[in-house]
């Protein structure tokens, strides 16, 4: 299947006083059109850096300093300024984490949507625009979108502000959307709503999905393939299913563990001992190892490259493949 994206030996760093650190660093991955990939891990592992640099909205001073991303056959990090923006909000949208911080409290929705629209379309009419800004509010299932056109994002719920984000986003038929946590802060049941919305529109439209969350519960509700990423790098990759039946990595393995689960009786879940480390002082050899339980003393000077270890399935760990039964 080909590709829509992929991104190749991606790595966006940051200048600071201490020197350059890197927030993403070696990435490879790649979606085709109509499919869905997760990527998954702690705060701190790189998730919305590396969707930043996708749209090429990393803030200064932060920079792609190495890699690809080639869309559709058009490498983003060499497009120029009026280039990118052609492809940004049209052909790739984005859902930011917070939408109360993402739309504009001075501003009508409907007017940020017409916004959004006048960006790649600059010849339709004033009378057209705000036509299709209030089907595409239909379209997210808002109730009166006529009525609530008018309205200010804090007269919406924080469920309905994100079906607003969701209309923005998908107001230019994009080939790729990117949405990062989609539903954080939103109660189960609105969260269900946005998922359920997500992958209908999905069917109806054909578009491919990158969703970046930390909740393991909705990519495997939600995607096709799933990317977990620890400290600026992918460290395993695999088909949805397989990452939960047979994860490879120990930090794939301690992110399933810290899971309940109803057929288990426990008390306690499992967690894992520490943090992501500071990209300022990176571990030598594997950068997990300090975390890793199952860690030798080899990891510390070994840094992994991910690898094949069963058709589709990658994982960076000198370990892998390990017979598991664990999680």
Known sequence: MTALLGIEGLRTTFQTRSGEVAAVDGVDLSIARGRTLGIVGESGCGKSVLSLSIMRLVPP??????????FDGRDLAGLSAAEMRAIRGGRIAMIFQEPMTSLNPAFTIGDQIIEAMQAHERHASAATLR????????RVRIPAAARRFDDYPHQMSGGMRQRVMIAMALCCAPDLLIADEPTTALDVTVQAQILDLLRLLQRQTGMA????THDLGIVAE???EIAVMYAGRVVERAPGPRIFDDPQHPYTLGLLGSIPKIEQDRDRLLAIEGSVPSPFDLPHGCRFHPRCVFAESACA???PAL???APGHQAACRLAPVENTAA
């Open 61 to 70: 001073p932060g920079r792609i300093a190495a890699g690809r991303v080639v």
């Open 131 to 138: 036509t299709r800004a209030i089907a595409a509010l239909e």
């Open 209 to 212: 999905i990158i969703l970046i």
């Open 222 to 224: 939600m995607a096709d």
């Open 301 to 303: 000077d070994v840094d």
């Open 307 to 309: 690898r094949e270890i």
